[in-house]
């Protein structure tokens, strides 16, 4: 079974940066694809950032040239760094883990428990 835990969320101002961390564990199929995605109550769970495991590098078109996703050598833990952070930005973050290759928020099968990300104006 697949485990994911987030971590580092919190409370930032406008243009200020935090730095998400997703903890990976469990059998992982390979090709796989890893992500995050974030919600805001009353919204769609959506796309932010996800990376495979050739190392391809998709961005929602919101968050590019602020945000990168990354992964340690071990591809254990999974990041989000979060520059110019904007009030928009405001939602609960989660992560995420799919067998086969990148695809929408739908196709992902592991997820973790999220944390909240609160960016004030």
């Known amino acids: 079974q697949v485990r994911l835990v987030e971590s580092g969320g919190g409370s930032v101002q406008a243009g200020g940066s935090l730095r998400l961390s997703c903890a990976v564990s469990?059998?992982?199929?390979?090709?796989?694809?890893m992500g995050w995605f974030r919600q805001v109550p009353g919204k769609e769970r959506e796309e932010v950032a996800q990376?495979?495991?050739?190392?391809?590098?998709i961005y929602a078109d919101a968050v590019k040239g602020r945000f990168t996703i990354s992964q340690d050598n071990a591809r254990s833990t999974l990041y989000l760094q979060m520059n110019s952070l904007k009030p928009e930005d405001t939602a609960k973050y989660y992560c995420a883990v799919r067998d086969g290759w990148c695809s929408t928020v739908v196709n992902y099968k592991f997820w973790g428990q999220g944390t909240q990300v609160t960016v004030s104006s």
């Open positions: 990376i495979d495991s050739i190392g391809t590098l």
């Open positions: 469990g059998a992982i199929a390979s090709p796989n694809c």
